[in-house]
Nanobody, 123 residues
């Protein structure tokens, strides 16, 4: 079974940066569209960023545009999320997802999910 494991979450001050990683295993090629979503307590899951395996096309949610960058390393079967200029509103559990996603930004299109990693931004 395909497994996704996130890492890199933690506590950071407002204005700081964090880099998240998501490593995939259990897949022959791991050639899936990959995405990051986040969810804060009491709020709906929010799309953050996505990248296609074939074209490297990227898509960002409004809150991430200009501050976050998604990338991937095919040799390591790993997708990354570089987060800069963080605000307290960015505090959430960040989860990575993989699958065939025509729109990139809809969570229900992804088949595989990681457990999530907590990101807390203090003021």
């Amino acid at each position: 079974q395909v497994q996704l494991v996130e890492s890199g979450g933690g506590l950071v001050q407002a204005g700081g940066s964090l880099s998240l990683s998501c490593a995939a295993s259990g897949c022959t090629l791991c050639n899936y569209d990959m995405a990051w979503f986040r969810q804060a307590p009491g709020k709906d899951r929010e799309f953050v960023a996505a990248i296609r395996w074939s074209s490297f096309e990227t898509k960002y949610g409004d809150s991430a545009q200009g501050r976050f960058t998604i990338s991937r390393d095919f040799a390591k079967n790993t997708v990354y999320l570089q987060m800069n200029s963080l605000y307290p509103a960015d505090t959430a559990v960040y989860s990575c997802a993989g699958g065939l996603a025509s729109s990139l930004g809809r969570s229900r299109e992804y088949s595989y999910w990681g457990q999530g990693t907590q990101v807390t931004v203090s003021s």
